[in-house]
């Protein structure tokens, strides 16, 4: 079935630096790509939607200069977090549709635990 | 922007039928109702679809009523490794976005 691959599964990086978060379809092309932010004890928050070749399309309330997403590929996107503060700790997981697949093939990625200390 | 109601939690003794409700009343014709399950500090995990009629697969069974408005998800014996938050998604986006309500957290008791 679809794979989703995400990494890194976690990552600790300091107050103020950035860090980049990869999603890809491992056996298929993925023309859209989607990315949810959950912190603990709450559910999945849609932060935006990724398009390849274009501008992602991001949920109201998200700054997109400091989510950058870039979806360059047809298997790969990715979400950079841009001067990261602890508040920006917080568990991201990515989701790729594969038209083929169950469920109209909507695939999570198994998430990246980041903390910023 | 979820359309979906589902109770906070809910315990299940293990080798029994767990269901779980969920009530999504304004629900439009097209839309489908996805049940999705999240083990602790992982992804989601696709469990089930239907539109009008029940469905069953391998993991579980979706009673959707006439009406639309409500669905129970079935799953027929619950083991230890069924413990997660249990998903009821209704809303699709313009751009086939999902939407997560609050989900159920069941804990299937030994």
């Known amino acids: 079935g679809a794979v989703v691959s995400q990494h890194p599964s976690w990552v600790i990086c300091k107050s103020g630096t950035s860090v980049k978060i990869e999603c890809r379809s491992l056996?298929?092309?993925?023309?859209?790509m989607f990315w949810y932010r959950q912190f603990p004890k709450q559910s999945l928050m849609l932060m935006a939607t990724?398009?390849?070749?274009?501008?992602?399309?991001?949920e109201q309330g998200v700054e997109k200069d400091k989510f950058l997403i870039n979806h360059a590929s047809l298997t790969l996107s990715t979400l950079t977090v841009t001067s990261a503060h602890p508040e920006d700790s917080s568990f991201y997981i990515c989701?790729?549709?594969?038209?083929?697949?169950?469920?109209?093939?909507?695939?999570f990625g198994s998430g990246t635990r980041l903390t910023v200390v | 922007d979820a359309k979906t109601t589902q109770p906070p939690s809910m315990d299940c003794a293990e080798g029994r039928a767990a269901n779980l409700p969920c009530n999504h009343s304004?629900?439009?014709?097209?839309?489908?109702v996805y049940w999705y399950r999240q083990i602790h500090s992982q992804g989601p995990q696709y469990i089930i679809h239907?539109?009008?009629n029940n469905e069953t697969n391998e993991m579980a069974s979706l009673i959707i009523t006439e009406d639309r408005k409500s669905s129970t998800l079935i799953l027929p014996h619950a083991t230890l490794r069924d413990t997660a938050v249990y998903y009821c998604?209704?809303?699709?986006?313009?751009?086939?976005?999902?939407?997560f309500g609050t989900g159920t957290s069941l804990t299937v008791i030994p």
């Open positions: 239907g539109l009008k």
């Open positions: 056996d298929f092309q993925a023309t859209t």
């Open positions: 998604i209704v809303r699709v986006g313009a751009g086939n976005q999902f939407y």
């Open positions: 989701s790729a549709r594969d038209i083929g697949g169950p469920g109209y093939g909507y695939t």
């Open positions: 990724s398009n390849e070749g274009s501008k992602a399309t991001y």
């Open positions: 304004t629900i439009s014709g097209n839309e489908y």
